[in-house]
């Protein structure tokens, strides 16, 4: 951490924060005044590596000039104009989602606020298929509004708003047979995240994904991939079932989208998934504005503008490389810059808050379990300041941890 060592500013921020905003995240851990590039500054001017990037948002980083630039523009010709009129912005990237996904002829998309309004939007198009029975996978995260929390698979989240939306059965993760045994003619939708992000970044396999492929066609149901979080190059590819050749039916982005700009999308393929919602069953008022979706454009333009792909594939395999090396990280899974470190002992908080207090932004998702989502234009240099404290500082936090466990 470089910059002042106070946080004076920040706890009078956070004192601030706790009176005026309800306490649903619990006390957030700094104020954060700006960003550039890779690295935030809080309210006393200290410099952090956010490796978090605001949960795998901020694809271009902090401040991408040509992002700003983008917004700025349209902010001053046209932000909103309504679902009762079109703007070219929403018309066009629309179109570039499309050509991205190869989606074949007939292919629509339904533009969002958001990823939980995306999976709404999933959720709605499984129930026009005329059945009820959705497929979702334990461990699952798809959002927080009450049809996307109906396909979550964390109870503890989940409890409190029950009863939800009824017709949802959760199978373990990656197990073969506990999906091939739910199909029936009465299947709506399989829905699968192609990483668990919330979980600690556990992929799927080829092999899963296809099966559920194979049972979605067989039994005329919706197979609808959840990647809000791995879509947008984050994985190295545009969307993370491109690296496994397994197509979905419909597919729910946001995250990346917008590179720091609240937007989400649903992307039906084909015309029969294209056409399950019609004319006046879903709507929104601020989806695709002319500003979010310029934004979103601006960010997709600018990740092939410089190749950010290959980089994404590049630090995210040297990140890989180097987090396996260390004694302590037993797994290091993912694809791409949106990766998980498994640790040796239940201290991945205390690592997480270590980490902060050297100038570190990263994330705890469970007991065991680091996930590092940083913005994708990162470099190896940078990365490296933060393997390199991780390789001094983690020991000690372990050893502390198994001194209190063992009497």
């Given at each position: 951490?470089?910059?002042?060592?106070?946080?004076?500013?920040?706890?009078?921020?956070l004192s601030r924060y706790e009176n005026a905003i309800m306490a649903t995240f619990g006390t957030p851990q700094r104020v954060l005044a700006r960003g550039e590039g890779s690295y935030v500054w809080d309210a006393d001017g200290n410099r952090y590596l956010d490796l978090l990037g605001g949960i795998a948002v901020t694809a271009l980083g902090h401040a991408h000039p040509g992002w700003v630039q983008a917004i700025a523009s349209q902010a001053a010709t046209l932000a909103q104009a309504?679902?009762?009129?079109?703007?070219?912005?929403?018309?066009?990237?629309?179109?570039?989602?499309l050509q991205l996904s190869d989606?074949?002829?007939?292919?629509?998309?339904?533009?969002?606020?958001s990823g939980t309004e995306a999976m709404e939007a999933v959720f709605k198009m499984a129930r026009k298929t005329g059945?009820?029975?959705?497929v979702a996978l334990e461990g699952s995260f798809h959002g927080r509004s009450m049809?996307?929390?109906?396909?979550?698979?964390?109870?503890?989240?989940?409890?409190?708003f029950e009863p939800l939306p009824a017709g949802v059965q959760f199978v373990?993760?990656?197990?073969?047979e506990a999906l091939r045994a739910t199909a029936g003619d009465d299947l709506a939708a399989i829905v699968l995240e192609p990483i668990q992000g919330e979980s600690g970044v556990h992929p799927l396999s080829t092999e899963y994904l296809q099966l559920a492929r194979d049972l979605c066609t067989e039994h005329g149901a919706l197979l609808a991939f959840d990647e809000v979080q791995t879509g947008v190059a984050r994985t190295g590819a545009w969307f993370a079932h491109q690296l496994h050749g397994v197509v979905p039916d419909v597919m729910a982005l946001a995250k990346g989208l917008g590179g720091g700009v609240p937007i989400g999308a649903v992307v039906a393929f084909g015309p029969w998934a294209g056409t399950l919602l019609v004319k006046g069953e879903h709507g929104s008022t601020f989806g695709g504005n002319a500003l979010a979706t310029a934004a979103a454009l601006a960010t997709l333009r600018i990740l092939e503008e410089e190749d950010v792909l290959t980089n994404v594939k590049n630090v995210g395999e040297h990140t890989r490389s180097a987090l396996a090396e260390l004694p302590f990280v037993t797994e290091v899974r993912g694809e791409g810059l949106m990766l998980g470190a498994a640790l040796s002992a239940p201290v991945a908080a205390e690592v997480a808050a270590a980490a902060l207090e050297a100038g570190f932004i990263v994330n705890a998702p469970t007991a065991d379990s680091l996930r590092l989502v940083p913005a994708l234009t990162i470099s190896a240099k940078e990365i490296d300041t933060f393997i390199?404290?991780?390789t001094q500082a983690a020991p000690a936090i372990i050893a502390a941890y198994t001194t209190e466990v063992t009497p």
């Open positions: 951490m470089s910059g002042g060592t106070g946080l004076e500013l920040d706890q009078a921020g309504s679902n009762f009129f079109a703007t070219e912005p929403q018309i066009a990237l629309a179109e570039r989602l989606a074949p002829a007939g292919s629509r998309v339904f533009l969002t606020n059945r009820t029975r959705i049809g996307a929390l109906a396909l979550t698979g964390k109870e503890s989240i989940r409890a409190p373990p993760r990656g197990d073969l390199a404290w991780f």
